[in-house]
């Protein structure tokens, strides 16, 4: 139906899906580069889903400034929106109930970087932005990529008004289709349109991109507990040595602290569930001593790409450009990402000033993007950390029985001869799977592993059952649209992964999204619901399902968590 009805029709010279840190850096450096150069400044319009700039923009940001200097040499007398620079930081490597403190690793050196929200930084890039003459429309998702023969020419925006029968309502608005010389997609990770032009211009990396789910919290504590400057790197518990990831804690103003907990994807554990880890994790009493006393206040969940260079995308094609997490603009060695976005912008915006100039945004001008992204120090990061990542499937070829020794072969790999050999390690390219294609089947699960499906007793004080997660993010959806998780083929879930795999959507969801409940028309089977009204956009499950049949796509605009205050 959506397919057929009359659409507007709006055209722009550049523009970017999604206002993020990578879209709105690389307007801005555009607009500042027009003026230097005296070109005439091209009509560009930013559109983002979110009902507001900032709304769904989240991370455990410590920043380093290294590419903000760059795209504003003064940005704190322009009212950088900083909480505090990085003073103190520890890393401590925790079992269940003790902590053991570790020197500073390289990678994990935060000394002189800058503790930020990421909502605010975003708010004020789009506020330098607007004084540059840039138009940002929130409330606005785009549907999928508009393609006229080999090349991109603009997206289509979501429809609203729909009702979940795929119907329109009486409040009925076509989205209209906007066309563009180029289009540059930072949607973030696992991005509707970027899926799909990734796929028609054949632009995937050597490797599959991996991605990791970060749960994050902010809490209110006590003010003897707060420690400004502070940032606090953990990892192991409550993690099995099967399972990449770890955790951060800083500090921001007004007695607030940032948590946060990541779980690799490639986890061999079905049970494996991110949330529970996370509510694990501040139990243990390093965190629960901080924590005491005080309140959680907000709640969130994300997905970061952290397959490093290997994995990322070709950058470039006809008529349009990645930036940001949707081009793999994230060091999971570092845990940063928030830099190379801004890095990323700045770059493409470089590309579209040649491209405006030759009035040519072929993949033949725009490859300068590449060019300049080899040339640049963005390029020698993620070369030093390009095995980073992958180098933990050593960890999956070490037999059970050695324990937390089956992490020596990561670790000697990962840092210890990636330090030596600039990032190489023992191979070059260290070829990987999908994320999901890790997971095992119940069956060949013993019994520890087994025991993961208990989940930690919530007490509402430290720990949070999921739905009252969802409050705290402030997740919100017209709940008559049509589902925006689509599911290829249900019976799947009530008949084959049931039985194989135990429904791990029900573990891997941070938002109790789905959920098997019995059938009354099959005794002795369960059927699938879908509560997308609880979706926080993480696109976990778009990554981790075992069979690969979720896909995640924008719902009607201005639906989705609120992380203004993250």
């Known amino acids: 139906m959506s397919d057929a009805v009359e659409r507007e029709r709006l055209d722009v010279d550049i523009l970017f899906v999604g206002a993020g840190a990578a879209t709105l850096s690389a307007a801005i450096r555009l607009a500042d580069l027009c003026q230097e150069r005296g070109v005439e400044m091209p009509a560009i319009m930013i559109i983002e889903k979110a009902p507001e700039i900032g709304g769904h923009q989240l991370s455990g940001a410590v920043m380093d400034p290294i590419a903000l200097r760059e795209l504003m040499p003064d940005f704190m007398a322009q009212g950088f929106p900083l909480q505090y620079e990085v003073e103190t930081e520890r890393v401590y490597m925790l079992t269940e109930k003790s902590s053991i403190r570790?020197?500073?690793?390289?990678?994990?050196?935060?000394?002189?970087?800058?503790?930020?929200?990421?909502?605010?930084?975003?708010?004020?890039l789009a506020e330098k932005a607007e004084e540059r003459g840039i138009d940002i429309y929130p409330n606005f998702a785009a549907r999928r990529p508009l393609f006229e023969?080999?090349?991109?020419?603009?997206v289509q925006v979501q429809d609203a008004g729909i009702d979940k029968d795929g119907e329109p309502k009486a409040v009925f608005e076509p989205g209209p289709e906007i066309y563009a010389q180029c289009?540059?997609?930072?949607?973030?990770?696992?991005?509707?349109?970027?899926?799909?032009?990734?796929?028609?211009?054949?632009?995937?990396?050597?490797?599959?991109?991996?991605?990791?789910?970060?749960?994050?919290?902010?809490?209110?504590?006590?003010?003897?507990?707060?420690?400004?400057?502070?940032?606090?790197?953990?990892?192991?518990?409550?993690?099995?040595?099967?399972?990449?990831?770890?955790?951060?804690?800083?500090?921001?103003?007004?007695?607030?602290?940032?948590?946060?907990?990541?779980?690799?994807?490639?986890?061999?554990?079905?049970?494996?569930?991110?949330h529970d880890n996370m509510q694990r994790f501040k139990l243990h009493p390093l965190i629960k001593g901080i924590l005491e006393g005080g309140e959680c206040i907000r709640y969130g969940a994300k997905t970061l790409p952290a397959g490093g260079l290997h994995s990322m995308p070709q950058l470039y094609m006809n008529g349009g450009l990645l930036v940001g997490d949707s081009a793999g603009f994230c060091n999971g060695g570092?845990?940063?990402?928030?830099?190379?976005?801004?890095?990323?912008g700045m770059m493409a915006a470089e590309a579209l000033l040649e491209g405006i100039v030759a009035n040519d945004f072929s993949a033949k001008t725009l490859k300068v993007y590449h060019e300049k992204f080899e040339a640049s120090w963005a390029y020698k990061e993620h070369r030093q950390y390009r095995n980073f990542h992958s180098s933990f499937d050593f960890v999956h070829k070490m037999p059970k029985w050695l324990g937390m020794a089956r992490l020596l072969p990561f670790?000697?790999?990962?840092?210890?001869?990636?330090?030596?050999?600039?990032?190489?390690?023992?191979?070059?390219?260290?070829?990987?799977e999908p994320d999901h294609k890790h997971m095992k089947k119940l069956s060949e699960l013993?019994?520890?592993?087994?025991?993961?499906?208990?989940?930690?007793?919530?007490?509402?004080?430290?720990?949070?059952?999921?739905?009252?997660?969802?409050?705290?993010?402030?997740?919100?959806?017209?709940?008559?649209?049509?589902?925006?998780l689509h599911v290829a083929d249900t019976d799947i879930c009530s008949t084959k992964c049931a039985e194989e795999y135990g429904n791990p959507c029900e573990n891997f969801c941070p938002a109790a999204v789905y959920e098997m409940i019995e059938d009354d028309t099959n005794p002795g089977r369960k059927r699938l619901v879908i509560h997308h009204e609880n979706c926080v956009h993480c696109k976990t499950c778009d990554v981790a399902d075992p069979y690969a049949v979720i896909t995640w796509v924008t719902p009607e605009a201005g639906g989705g968590p609120d992380y203004t205050q993250m």
């Not at 990541?262 to 991110?274: A, E, K, Q, W």
């Not at 000697?412 to 990987?432: C, E, F, H, P, Q």
Request: hydrophobic share 35%; with cysteine.
């Open 102 to 124: 570790l020197p500073v690793p390289p990678m994990m050196a935060n000394h002189g970087n800058l503790v930020v929200s990421l909502s605010d930084l975003v708010k004020w």
């Open 149 to 154: 023969g080999d090349r991109v020419v603009g």
């Open 446 to 484: 013993d019994s520890s592993e087994l025991a993961k499906r208990e989940k930690v007793a919530y007490d509402n004080k430290y720990t949070f059952d999921k739905v009252t997660a969802v409050a705290l993010a402030g997740s919100s959806h017209e709940v008559d649209q049509p589902h925006h």
């Open 334 to 344: 570092r845990l940063k990402g928030v830099h190379m976005a801004i890095k990323s």
């Open 411 to 432: 670790m000697l790999n990962a840092v210890a001869l990636a330090m030596i050999t600039g990032g190489r390690g023992l191979v070059s390219v260290i070829k990987t």
């Open 183 to 274: 289009v540059v997609f930072g949607e973030g990770t696992r991005g509707s349109c970027t899926k799909q032009v990734c796929d028609e211009f054949k632009l995937h990396g050597i490797n599959p991109q991996a991605y990791e789910t970060g749960i994050k919290e902010i809490w209110r504590v006590k003010p003897e507990n707060h420690v400004p400057g502070r940032v606090i790197h953990t990892m192991g518990f409550p993690h099995d040595p099967a399972t990449f990831g770890g955790s951060w804690l800083y500090d921001m103003k007004d007695n607030l602290v940032s948590v946060g907990f990541v779980t690799g994807l490639n986890y061999p554990n079905p049970y494996t569930d991110p």
